[in-house]
């Protein structure tokens, strides 16, 4: 059974730092790409990061390009976002994904990831809440 777990998030003044933690089980990396996004009240949901399996292809949102880092650890089985220099419009409930694919597309499954690319097969987290104070 496919599980994604979310922890990491919390209240942290502009400027501050989190990283978030994505524990899973049930699967192996090299047959999905694994993605963070978030949804703010009012908002769409929008991908935010995204890392293919080999860990060597990542992308991010526009937004979050030179302050998010999304990193995987060396067993595969957990997805780091590590968010620095947060801005309020950080504010936002973040999910982990976890998106099915073809080991030899990931590179182009991890950048649809970023875009909102998701299907049915997705798996995601429960959620885990960042807060950024202004």
């Known amino acids: 059974q496919v599980q994604v777990v979310e922890s990491g998030g919390g209240l942290v003044e502009a400027g501050g730092s989190l990283r978030l933690s994505c524990t899973t089980s049930?699967?192996?990396?090299?047959?999905?790409?694994m993605g963070w996004f978030r949804q703010a009240p009012g908002k769409e949901r929008e991908g935010v990061s995204a890392i293919s399996w080999s860990g060597k292809n990542t992308f991010y949102e526009q937004s979050v390009k030179g302050r998010f880092t999304i990193s995987q650890d060396n067993a595969k089985t957990t997805v780091y976002l590590q968010m620095d220099n947060l801005k309020p419009e950080d504010t936002a409930m973040y999910y982990c994904?976890?998106?099915?694919?073809?080991?030899?597309?990931?590179?182009?499954?991890?950048?649809?990831?970023?875009?909102?690319?998701?299907?049915?097969?997705?798996?995601w987290g429960q959620g885990t809440q960042v807060t950024v104070s202004s």
């Open positions: 049930g699967f192996t990396f090299d047959d999905y790409a």
């Open positions: 994904v976890a998106d099915p694919c073809d080991p030899a597309l990931a590179k182009i499954a991890a950048m649809g990831l970023v875009r909102g690319g998701v299907s049915a097969a997705t798996h």
